[in-house]
């Protein structure tokens, strides 16, 4: 061997408890296509795939009326009005590394070095779920790298929500909305609620409103009661621990999940959804139609080339043994599709709402 050059038989082809490097590497690209196949829940029920820069997108229909019949003439045509809002999507490139030395490949185990691509997919997992939750609570207007206006919830920036089953908006409506107290109670749920559906969103057939909550605050959500001048009362789900009780249920009980979610109860017509990575003291009602569903109110863009899109492994320089150096890579960005189909409430004494930090 040349000193200071390894040469192929110094690099190990195995881990140490025998499993081959190679093979490895065909199993993380098989958990990498399983990942990208199954995005988080969240990303996936609240959000439309596209490759589009911008897209022109229906708010929602104006209403058209049946005319009085007269002798002689003949009626106007229904004609479909959507007032259109055209709508940028950002598009972002991020990126890790793995670096292993053929010293830790000589000695390390199978599962050290499944540990790191394992840490891999976590941080791609909380990457796609912060560009959720900030398009959902971030409340300010970007442009992506056409110039095209990327935008939040309505939020009060004189753009005028379209009219809606006799409601009219104007342009200083806001989906951004603070309890104003220390604490959230039935009519914040209910006003939260009451932002989407007034706009037609979640009460059309097939389509779902999720509440989405921390546990901080689902431990006041839950105890939500008509007696005590809530609207409604919260109804824990089938899958809540047992309890007594003296009073009896009217209606049916929620499911315990909705589409990989856990649903902790209902209130209303809402389900109510507990996750630890909701910002603390912001609760989130969605309207959803399911997995991709344009009515969603978020778009999830990728790259047009297919072979872009999803969390990616590229080997590094030693092609021989990838594993040596090899880089992750996901190109994407998420943006409001539908601004009247999700609303926020942040739980504050304050009446400004201020975004968190995620």
Do not use: C
């Not at 229904?78 to 490949?105: H, M, Y």
């Not at 009980?253 to 910002?279: C, Y």
């Not at 999700?342 to 995620?358: E, F, K």
């Amino acid at each position: 061997m040349t000193r200071g050059i390894m040469s192929a038989s110094d690099v190990p082809s195995t881990t140490i408890d025998g499993e081959d490097i190679n093979t490895i590497w065909a199993e993380f690209q098989a958990t990498l296509d399983l990942a990208n196949e199954h995005r988080s829940a969240i990303a996936e029920l609240f959000t439309y795939t596209t490759t589009l820069e911008s897209d022109l997108v229906a708010q929602m229909s104006t209403e058209d009326d049946f005319e009085e019949a007269s002798e002689f003439g003949v009626p106007t045509s229904i004609n479909q009005n959507f007032e259109k809002l055209r709508i940028g999507f950002p598009l972002s490139w991020f990126d890790k590394a793995t670096r292993f030395t053929w010293k830790f490949l000589r000695d390390a185990t199978s599962e050290q070095v499944r540990t790191v691509h394992s840490q891999a997919l976590e941080a791609d997992n909380r990457l796609v779920f912060r560009g959720v939750m900030n398009a959902l609570l971030g409340g300010v207007s970007r442009q992506n790298e056409k110039g095209t206006a990327v935008y939040p919830l309505w939020n009060a920036d004189s753009v005028v929500p379209p009219a809606f089953a006799g409601n009219t908006f104007a342009g200083t409506h806001t989906h951004y909305l603070t309890t104003n107290s220390a604490n959230i109670d039935g009519e914040d749920i209910k006003d939260l609620i009451t932002h989407i559906t007034h706009h037609g969103y979640g009460t059309n057939p097939g389509e779902r409103v999720i509440v989405l909550a921390n546990p901080a605050q689902t431990e006041d959500i839950r105890g939500l009661r008509v007696a005590d001048g809530s609207p409604f009362d919260f109804i824990t789900s089938d899958g809540a621990p047992a309890y007594l009780t003296t009073e009896s249920l009217v209606g049916e009980r929620p499911p315990s999940t909705f589409e990989g979610l856990k649903v902790i109860g209902s209130f209303g017509d809402a389900w109510v959804v507990e996750d630890h990575f909701v910002p603390s003291g912001y609760v989130i009602a969605l309207a959803t139609a399911g997995r991709n569903s344009p009515s969603n109110p978020l778009a999830f863009r990728e790259h047009i080339r297919p072979e872009y899109s999803g969390l990616r492994q590229i080997p590094g320089s030693n092609a021989q043994y990838p594993l040596a150096q090899a880089y992750y890579s996901r190109g994407f960005g998420v943006g409001v599709r539908h601004r009247g189909a999700a609303a926020v409430m942040q739980v504050t004494v304050s009446t400004t709402y201020t975004a968190p930090t995620i």
